[in-house]
């Protein structure tokens, strides 16, 4: 059974840093692209970025880059996401995903169908 766990947000003040875990089993770690998405509420999921399937190439989304840095251990089968600088509009729950696809544009892993998700952690910034 594939599985996924989004783990480590919490409340956070503005500036402040979080690193989100994706923690995976049930399936081969090394053969998909991974993804990170996150939703506010009332608003529409967003991808935040993409890794392959070693994690050695990533993509983001264009409003992302800078303050968010995905990161890969292979040994554990885990995802992070490293979040820095953070802002109240970054309050939403985050999610990991895989995509069974695992396409390429050029050099840039693309996670546009996920098809397995995890459940996700609550991310909440105040000022």
């Known amino acids: 059974e594939v599985q996924l766990q989004a783990s480590g947000g919490g409340s956070v003040q503005v500036g402040g840093s979080l690193r989100l875990s994706c923690a995976t089993s049930?399936?081969?770690?090394?053969?998909?692209?991974i993804g990170w998405f996150r939703q506010a509420p009332g608003k529409e999921r967003e991808e935040i970025g993409c890794?392959?399937?070693?994690?050695?190439?990533?993509s983001y989304a264009e409003s992302m880059e800078g303050r968010f840095k995905i990161s890969t251990d292979n040994a554990k089968s885990t995802r992070y996401l490293q979040m820095d600088s953070l802002k109240p509009e970054d309050t939403a729950v985050y999610y990991c995903?895989?995509?069974?696809?695992?396409?390429?544009?050029?050099?840039?892993?693309?996670?546009?169908?996920?098809?397995?998700w995890g459940k996700g952690t609550q991310v909440t910034v105040s000022s």
């Open positions: 890794t392959d399937s070693t994690g050695a190439y990533t």
């Open positions: 049930g399936f081969d770690f090394a053969a998909y692209n």
């Open positions: 995903a895989v995509d069974r696809t695992s396409e390429f544009r050029g050099y840039s892993p693309l996670c546009l169908g996920p098809d397995y």
